[in-house]
């Protein structure tokens, strides 16, 4: 991560950043390029024509095409595993896709942290594994010194309930977080996040009385930089094991985010794809099997589809979408040879849903 040069609270708030290589183009001559950024660069124009002309926080930097911009928002991703990314490939967690989707709708920002995990170059973050909120708490005045982020994401709270904490507990503790983020940074945005839907039953209904709380604990500050963000909608096949989303799953979240923070920073253009309207996503689950006796992991990735069935629902047969995905299976059938009934098997293609996603 480059030196950080720093810019003035109002420059920050109408999110005036760099801009390098073919956007910075593209805004040079006015085309291709969404509203947002325009706005963004003619700030940059008049912050740096108003500036006194001494002084670093003042100062605009080149960047590799040669524009004259400023430092990039600096966004602080706080949480536990699932802000770290397990469960994805890369251990991006949603980092990389929010990242890509506010560059294309004209704002760029720069990760920071003191973790750093997860593909490209831009890796910095506060996930931390295992860790509850009351552990998040005990250091964040000293990451939020440290880093100085204009934006903290906040997804946390999942190890609290998954240890034994209840929805209004975990609430309260999130609650102080907030305040305690506030109090270091007075005006940074902050985005809270109702976390993301654990497959454990016990634990999926504390979360929905956590969740359900978060918008009214954040009204009730008053306070015009906090939004709250629903990752509510990201469970099931979206994880790729009981509590952790796979990379689709944290598409969703990416896209949550931006959705988000589009409305507070008004960017806009065609930002990439909605996955709420994908009819196919390739997914990866864990899976348990037994071999030799023995319980162990593996992982499965396979081509999913959303798909029109047929279900019993309450005894009543239903049309419902869900999604599925083509196995080969072994089929038995029975012929007759030499007058006589005999039972065989064959490969055939059939498709299936996830089963008990307890088991996974």
């Known amino acids: 991560m480059g030196s950080a040069v720093r810019k003035s609270a109002g420059a920050r708030r109408l999110g005036v950043k760099a801009l390098t290589g073919m956007?910075?183009?593209?805004?040079?001559?006015?085309?291709?390029?969404?509203?947002?950024?325009?706005a963004q660069f003619a700030a940059a124009d008049r912050v740096a024509a108003t500036a006194p002309a001494a002084g670093p926080a003042r100062e605009a930097k080149a960047t590799e095409s040669g524009a004259a911009g400023f430092d990039a928002l600096r966004v602080m991703p706080l949480g536990d595993s699932i802000t770290l990314g397990t469960g994805a490939p890369t251990r991006s967690s949603y980092r990389i896709a929010l990242a890509e989707r506010l560059l294309r709708g004209g704002m760029q920002i720069n990760y920071v942290g003191s973790e750093s995990n997860g593909a490209g170059e831009d890796t910095e973050h506060e996930g931390h594994g295992g860790w509850d909120i009351g552990q998040l708490s005990e250091r964040l005045d000293g990451w939020l010194a440290e880093a100085s982020p204009d934006i903290v994401l906040?997804?946390?709270?999942?190890n609290n309930i998954t240890q034994g904490?209840?929805?209004?507990?975990?609430?309260?503790?999130?609650?102080?977080?907030?305040?305690?983020?506030?109090?270091?940074?007075?005006?940074?945005?902050?985005?809270?996040?109702?976390?993301?839907?654990?497959?454990?039953?016990?634990?999926?209904?504390?979360?929905?009385?956590?969740?359900?709380?978060?918008?009214?604990?954040?009204?009730?500050?008053?306070?015009?930089?906090?939004?709250?963000?629903?990752?509510?909608?990201?469970?099931?096949?979206?994880?790729?094991?009981l509590h952790h989303p796979n990379a689709f799953g944290?598409?969703?979240?990416?896209?949550?985010?931006?959705q988000a923070m589009a409305k507070v920073f008004h960017t806009s253009g065609d930002t990439g794809t909605n996955p709420y309207?994908?009819?196919?996503?390739?997914?990866?689950?864990?899976?348990?099997?037994?071999?030799?006796?023995q319980v162990r992991h593996r992982t499965e990735c396979r081509t999913w589809r959303l798909r029109t069935v047929t279900a019993e629902i309450d005894g009543v047969h239903r049309?419902?979408?869900?999604?599925?995905?083509?196995?080969?299976?072994?089929?038995?059938?029975?012929?007759?040879?030499?007058?006589?009934?005999?039972t065989r098997t064959r490969l055939v293609g059939k498709w299936t849903g996830p089963g008990n996603l307890l088991n996974l």
């Open 319 to 342: 049309r419902v979408r869900t999604w599925q995905t083509l196995r080969t299976v072994r089929q038995a059938y029975r012929v007759r040879v030499a007058g006589k009934v005999q």
């Open 23 to 38: 956007l910075a183009a593209g805004l040079a001559a006015g085309l291709g390029v969404p509203d947002a950024a325009r």
């Open 250 to 258: 944290y598409s969703k979240m990416a896209y949550n985010w931006y």
């Open 277 to 293: 309207t994908m009819q196919t996503a390739h997914r990866c689950l864990a899976a348990r099997v037994v071999l030799d006796g």
């Open 154 to 158: 906040v997804h946390a709270g999942t």
């Open 165 to 241: 904490d209840g929805g209004y507990t975990t609430a309260r503790k999130l609650s102080a977080m907030i305040d305690q983020i506030r109090a270091a940074r007075p005006e940074a945005y902050i985005f809270v996040a109702q976390i993301v839907s654990s497959r454990v039953p016990r634990e999926l209904a504390q979360d929905r009385i956590y969740n359900q709380l978060i918008p009214g604990l954040v009204a009730d500050k008053n306070d015009p930089l906090i939004s709250v963000v629903d990752q509510t909608t990201v469970g099931g096949i979206d994880l790729h094991d």
